[in-house]
């Protein structure tokens, strides 16, 4: 009698429909469709799915607008004065962006692996070292993939990821989570990007009352948790009505290191992202440097 006392640990990967196996290359290799989740980028979101859907968020954050005017909304005054002007958009907006945001990728994607007189390009994918997100995505940098002696001919300027040509067109905001930082070389390509973008007027950066998506989720959340404490009278606890928001946020110039409600004094593309139980070991390989990270804003 064997008696194996073992829980493995693992991801469980979304249902990926009746077209999921690819082909099968060996007789323990079957090749599989999934989804990818490109990493430190993050484009408006198109979960509205509709117009009418989008204009139900657009009612939605209305009210949510009145609901932070009367003090109503578990905010700070400062993110409650920076987030305000920002509502108007709603969903409509949103949507409208997202959808542009798709189709700049699937242009990137169809110019960028086009090969005349010959098969398209195959992918170049990395992963981060935690690969799989909690949906069970794949995490990962992806671009098309260059024989060697193309890497070394073109300048690392021309053979970039489709995540920093997200960035670049302004149709992603940049989205790096700790400790998934892009290395040395690449992280400036990031940032510099991105500061480009918004300094051109590019993508969402055209109308200053966008949300990026990171925002517009933030804001769906709000919603739902002041809903509660206004309409259904629900007595939530502290830590319930702060789930709108859990990332901290470092300045990646600065090495200033904010609270979930302090990141909006961080320009856009400094901004590094760190989840609670990352935070104090980011603190130390990073030298971060507590700036008002206090009991009302942890």
């Known amino acids: 009698m064997v008696e194996i006392l073992w829980s493995p640990a693992g ?30 980028v993050d484009t408006p979101e198109v979960t509205a799915r509709s117009d009418a859907g989008a204009e139900r968020v657009d009612a939605e954050f209305a009210q949510l ?4 005017q009367n003090g109503d909304a578990p905010v700070s ?9 920002k509502l108007a958009g709603g969903g409509t ?38 690969p799989f997100d909690n949906y069970g995505r794949l995490l990962a940098y992806v671009a098309p993939n260059y024989t060697k002696q193309e890497r070394e001919q073109l300048p690392r300027e021309q053979r970039t990821t489709f995540n920093l040509d997200l960035v670049a067109s302004g149709w992603a905001a940049p989205f790096i989570l700790y400790p998934s930082i892009p290395g040395e070389l690449d992280l400036p390509l990031v940032i510099n990007a991105a ?4 300094d051109n007027g590019l993508g969402q950066h055209a109308d200053p009352g966008s949300l990026p998506g990171y925002e517009y989720r933030m804001c769906e959340k709000l919603h739902d948790i002041t809903k509660k404490l206004v309409v259904d009278g629900d007595n939530l606890s502290i830590g319930a009505r ?17 609270g979930p409600e302090g ?13 609670p139980n990352d935070v104090r070991n ?13 009991a009302a804003t942890d």
């Open 77 to 85: 005054d400062a993110f409650a004065a920076y987030i305000l002007p």
């Open 282 to 294: 980011a603190i130390g390989s990073l030298n971060l440097i507590p700036t008002g990270v206090g």
């Open 65 to 68: 607008a009145v609901w932070i």
């Open 195 to 198: 500061q480009a973008a918004r």
């Open 11 to 40: 991801h469980n990967l979304p249902s990926l429909g009746s077209k999921a196996l690819v082909d099968v290359s060996d007789g323990d290799t079957p090749n599989v469709r999934m989804p990818i989740r490109m990493l430190s």
């Open 93 to 130: 907006l949103q949507l409208a962006q997202g959808k542009a945001a798709s189709a700049f990728f699937k242009d990137q994607v169809a110019v960028r692996l086009a090969r005349p007189g010959k098969p398209d390009r195959s992918l170049f994918i990395r992963t981060a070292d935690a």
């Open 263 to 275: 990141y909006m004094s961080i320009p856009e593309p400094h901004r590094l992202w760190i989840w």
């Open 242 to 258: 702060l789930k709108w928001r859990s990332r901290y946020c470092a300045d990646m110039t600065t090495r200033e290191l904010r």
